[in-house]
């Protein structure tokens, strides 16, 4: 990740911090934030948000207006454009099979920047967290199919496959001065290679009956999006409007419609249209031009009045946004929306369970609760450790500078969280209703139980504060 050179030859990094001693700025504009540190800000914020909606989704599910609750959700929303184009869903698989397809356009756009420049980049880079994720993919799965297979419930065999990026980076980052940076930042990666496995799963595994021709459609406007993108078209409203149409042949053709996103993210151009020398360049003169205006005495010393300074401060604007790639600005404007509206809604929508109507007994006995608490809090840790510890003994991977396999270790609780990933796939292994009950409840007591221990476990190891 991108950062200010602390060095002493660092001299842009020295001016602000000189500039920053002599005139605070940080109420007014901030600090200057690294890609890394606007994510770990954003992914610990969502996080929070998460935990308070999910805990009103189940106050609300387990009171007097549960019923309500519910059967709002279900009320159905149509878009009628004519005869032959009708679409009528309920509002909760609008939040699913909609909304959540802009979640998955985030992941895809992540997941697409971490492949290109980020810990995905390198295979010596990629190498810990792809093991770490590969077995916290198989152990879970497995530990499902112990209690289930053979039975009519095996097929949900991946709902403990996933992590919750915002849950688990969330609680991480709470331990952030206890524990080594680059011990977030191999949970990051392994949550991001986690979600590119989920998607695998859903995409092969949870697909239904298939409409040829619809996933004909699907093809040739993916193939249109490639040649937008080949073409150097950079402004995004081609993409979206694609992107939509894209969106109804997927979800005509019977795949999960949310796969979409990821198909659109991938064909989002990750180059910018000038490169830092040409914007460098630029942007000096632009500001000797904009020098040059202001010492002109006709001239009003103010934009409002000014045309000409108005149209060079707009195309200082014009070149700053030409230097970032569109996936860049996608990403950071999609961003908020997905952590602060689509996943809290998701969770109002999936999450509610009628808790005081639970047979807490039977659903410890119950084997998919069971299958999914196990996967998550059992199968996810020992996956997790021992993929690592197998790569690392074969020489394909080493653990990252500064950590331990003790800080690994609580990596590996704490990826044992696996909420929105995880809801999502429970609606589409199960077609009966008690069955994606029993899921989200054993999603629910897994997740807690991963992230106490989790928890518990790095606060334990972590060396104490001295007293002075």
């Given at each position: 990740m991108?950062e200010f050179?602390?060095?002493?030859?660092?001299?842009?990094y020295?001016?602000?911090?000189?500039?920053?001693?002599k005139?605070?700025?940080?109420?007014?504009?901030?600090?200057f934030l690294?890609?890394?540190e606007q994510?770990?800000?954003?992914?610990?914020a969502?996080?929070?948000?998460?935990?308070?909606?999910?805990?009103?989704?189940?106050?609300?599910?387990?009171?007097?207006a549960?019923?309500?609750?519910?059967?709002?959700?279900?009320?159905?929303?149509a878009i009628?454009l004519?005869?032959?184009?009708?679409?009528?869903?309920?509002?909760?698989?609008?939040?699913?099979d909609?909304?959540?397809?802009?979640?998955?356009?985030?992941v895809?756009l992540?997941?697409k920047?971490?492949?290109?420049?980020?810990?995905?980049s390198?295979?010596?880079?990629?190498?810990?967290?792809?093991?770490?994720?590969?077995?916290?993919?198989v152990?879970?799965a497995?530990?499902?199919a112990?209690?289930?297979?053979?039975?009519?419930?095996?097929?949900?065999?991946?709902i403990p496959?996933?992590?919750?990026?915002?849950?688990?980076?969330?609680?991480?980052?709470?331990?952030?001065s206890?524990?080594?940076?680059?011990?977030?930042?191999f949970l990051?990666?392994?949550?991001i290679?986690?979600?590119?496995?989920?998607?695998?799963?859903?995409?092969?595994f949870?697909?239904?009956d298939?409409?040829l021709?619809a996933?004909?459609?699907?093809?040739?406007?993916?193939?249109l999006l490639?040649?937008?993108n080949?073409?150097g078209?950079?402004?995004?409203?081609?993409?979206?409007a694609?992107g939509?149409?894209?969106?109804?042949?997927?979800?005509?053709?019977?795949?999960h419609?949310?796969?979409?996103g990821?198909?659109l993210?991938?064909?989002?151009?990750?180059?910018?249209?000038h490169t830092?020398?040409?914007?460098?360049?630029?942007?000096?003169?632009l500001?000797s031009?904009?020098?040059?205006?202001?010492?002109d005495a006709?001239a009003?010393?103010d934009p409002?009045?000014n045309?000409?300074m108005t149209a060079?401060?707009?195309?200082?604007?014009?070149?700053a946004?030409?230097?970032q790639?569109?996936?860049?600005r996608?990403e950071h404007?999609?961003?908020?929306?997905?952590?602060?509206?689509?996943?809290?809604?998701f969770a109002?929508?999936?999450?509610g369970?009628d808790l005081?109507?639970?047979?807490?007994?039977?659903?410890?006995?119950?084997?998919v609760?069971?299958?999914?608490?196990?996967?998550?809090?059992?199968?996810?840790?020992s996956?997790?450790?021992?993929?690592?510890?197998?790569?690392?003994?074969?020489?394909?991977?080493?653990l990252p500078?500064?950590?331990?396999w003790?800080?690994?270790?609580g990596?590996?609780?704490l990826?044992?969280?696996?909420?929105?990933?995880?809801?999502?796939?429970?609606?589409?292994?199960?077609?009966?209703?008690?069955?994606?009950?029993?899921?989200?409840?054993?999603?629910?007591?897994?997740?807690?139980?991963?992230?106490a221990?989790?928890?518990?476990w790095l606060v334990?190891?972590?060396?104490r504060?001295?007293r002075?």
């Open positions: 991108p050179d602390r060095s002493p030859g660092g001299h842009l020295n001016a602000l911090m000189e500039s920053q001693k005139y605070p700025l940080e109420p007014l504009f901030g600090r690294t890609p890394l994510f770990l800000r954003r992914t610990t969502g996080g929070i948000v998460l935990v308070l909606t999910t805990i009103a989704a189940l106050v609300i599910a387990s009171g007097p549960g019923g309500a609750f519910h059967h709002f959700w279900e009320l159905p929303l009628d004519g005869d032959r184009i009708r679409m009528e869903l309920t509002l909760h698989q609008w939040v699913n909609g909304l959540m397809a802009l979640f998955f356009l985030m895809g992540e997941l920047r971490e492949i290109l420049v980020g810990e995905l390198s295979l010596k880079d990629a190498a810990l967290p792809v093991a770490a994720a590969l077995g916290g993919m152990a879970p497995l530990a499902y112990l209690f289930n297979g053979g039975t009519p419930t095996a097929s949900g065999w991946g496959m996933a992590t919750d990026i915002a849950f688990a980076i969330g609680i991480l980052v709470l331990l952030a206890r524990i080594p940076r680059n011990l977030i930042i990051t990666a392994l949550a290679a986690d979600d590119l496995g989920a998607v695998l799963v859903i995409a092969i949870y697909t239904a298939m409409n021709h996933l004909a459609a699907a093809g040739g406007l993916f193939a490639l040649l937008l080949r073409g078209i950079r402004h995004p409203l081609p993409y979206a694609v939509l149409l894209l969106w109804f042949a997927v979800h005509a053709s019977g795949v419609a949310t796969l979409a990821i198909l993210a991938f064909v989002i151009p990750a180059r910018p249209a830092a020398g040409q914007f460098g360049q630029h942007i000096v003169e500001q031009a904009f020098r040059e205006n202001r010492l006709e009003p010393d409002l009045g045309r000409r060079i401060a707009e195309a200082m604007e014009h070149s946004a030409a230097v790639s569109p996936l860049q996608l404007g999609l961003a908020p929306w997905v952590t602060f509206f689509i996943i809290p809604v109002l929508s999936n999450a369970i005081g109507g639970v047979a807490w007994g039977g659903a410890l006995a119950n084997s609760t069971l299958g999914v608490l196990c996967g998550l809090a059992l199968g996810k840790f996956g997790i450790s021992l993929f690592s510890w197998l790569a690392v003994r074969a020489g394909l991977a080493r500078s500064g950590v331990q003790s800080h690994l270790l990596a590996a609780w990826a044992g969280i696996g909420f929105t990933m995880s809801l999502f796939i429970a609606q589409l292994a199960f077609t009966s209703a008690d069955a994606v009950e029993q899921a989200k409840l054993g999603i629910l007591m897994g997740s807690a139980l991963s992230a221990l989790g928890l518990a334990w190891i972590a060396p504060p001295r002075h």
